[in-house]
């Protein structure tokens, strides 16, 4: 079968969306399907896969996403594509894949860390009211043969919003590599990385992964942290212009010489282990890549309700999910406890993490498009 893949933006270096694309498009070929992608922007080198240009002509950020979500599936099907899946919004897709759900929920959700005036002033911007409508479009359009969403918060949120038959979505997990993600027994790396940003190799070590601070729940974080009476480090792995106001947040706490911001960083499971735990207390997390990446290496995670991975973790570790992100007062005891046992439940995190690798995605993901075609 001729699949075609669409995206907003195709790079083979990016990662998110931009990985899942790519990931997606392998497991397809490797199932026997023909595959290719149509992008509004392409980076990076295509090979092997055949990628489409949809516009030439640049248009402003609204009329080109417009453009994008009205010409792309049309144009795929005049090149025979027999199914058109699409990871972006667009009006009329035979599979729309939801990684971060409904735009009006994120909108919604924005004001708990944006606040009242910013979200309003997205709700009201051209860019995102069109984001609303072509959404609302492709969910409701007769051509829609059925969703997929990457956790069970996401595909409640769409049953809810588009008001969909349950049937018609479908909840496939994102997996994790468990070779590039997996404990290192080798104390050197640990110990480097430690070393780098002067903190003890015998200390505790909260790891903070991802951008868009706010939404992770990383203020929430430093209040709690500054709660601990382990008096733990707390790593920050990640970009955010915003960042000098977490950094006065953690002086205003006393323990700005605990909270250390190192930027983004390419190889990032050297840092999962030189940790001992994750925390990602997000207000809005659909799924949570990072969290299951953290779980293969062996560190147990502290999670809010509002992550989709949370979804996944087993008894031992659900004690750890955290019902209001906002609360440093609920999330101080659980995070004490969980360093205090992160040793006894790191194994248990791994054998977690490894139920849902990419290779299990790949079988689901081809059942999946067995089913609708």
Request: glycine share 8%.
């Given at each position: 079968m001729q699949i075609a893949l669409l995206a907003r933006r195709f790079d083979p270096e990016g990662g998110g969306t931009e990985r899942d694309l790519i990931l997606t498009a392998e497991g397809?070929?490797?199932?026997?399907?023909?595959?290719?992608?149509?992008?509004?922007?392409?980076?990076?080198?295509?090979?092997?896969?055949?990628?489409?240009?949809?516009?030439?002509?640049?248009?402003?950020?609204?009329?080109?996403?417009?453009?994008?979500?009205?010409?792309?599936?049309?144009?795929?099907?005049?090149?025979?594509?027999?199914l058109v899946m699409s990871f972006a919004r667009v009006t009329s897709a035979d599979v729309l894949r939801s990684g971060g759900s409904a735009h009006v929920s994120y909108l919604r959700a924005l004001a708990r860390w944006r606040g009242g005036a910013s979200t309003l002033r997205m709700r009201l911007a051209p860019y995102h009211r069109a984001q609303i409508m072509v959404e609302r479009l492709g969910f409701t359009s007769p051509q829609l043969r059925a969703a997929l969403a990457v956790s069970e918060l996401v595909r409640r949120d769409l049953v809810e919003q588009f008001k969909l038959p349950a049937a018609k979505v479908t909840t496939i997990y994102n997996g994790v590599d468990t070779?590039?993600?997996?404990?290192?027994?080798?104390?050197?790396?640990?110990?480097?990385?430690?070393?780098?940003?002067?903190?003890?190799?015998?200390?505790?070590?909260v790891l903070f992964v991802g951008n868009g601070f706010a939404r992770k729940g990383l203020g929430f974080l430093i209040d709690a942290v500054g709660k601990l009476k382990s008096r733990p480090y707390l790593m920050v792995v990640g970009n955010d212009g915003a960042a000098p106001s977490f950094q006065r947040r953690s002086q205003r706490q006393g323990i700005a010489d605990r909270v250390i911001f190192i930027g983004a960083q390419p190889a990032v499971a050297e840092f999962f282990n030189a940790g001992d735990v994750l925390a990602l207390p997000s207000l809005f997390e659909p799924f949570g890549n990072v969290a299951l990446e953290a779980m293969a290496c062996g560190r147990p995670v502290l999670l809010s309700a509002q992550c989709g991975v949370a979804e996944l973790l087993p008894p031992e570790l659900r004690e750890y999910v955290v019902g209001n992100p906002a609360d440093p007062a609920e999330i101080a005891p659980k995070l004490e406890d969980l360093l205090g046992r992160a040793n006894e439940l790191g194994p248990i995190a791994r054998a977690a993490a490894s139920r849902f690798t990419w290779e299990k995605h790949e079988l689901e993901l081809n059942r999946f498009i067995d089913s609708v075609s």
């Open positions: 397809l070929r490797r199932g026997g399907h023909q595959v290719a992608v149509y992008a509004d922007q392409i980076r990076g080198e295509p090979a092997p896969l055949t990628v489409h240009r949809v516009g030439t002509i640049p248009l402003p950020r609204t009329l080109g996403f417009i453009r994008f979500a009205v010409a792309a599936a049309p144009l795929a099907r005049r090149h025979g594509a027999d070779q590039l993600f997996r404990p290192q027994s080798d104390a050197a790396a640990r110990n480097r990385i430690r070393a780098q940003s002067r903190i003890p190799a015998d200390a505790a070590l």
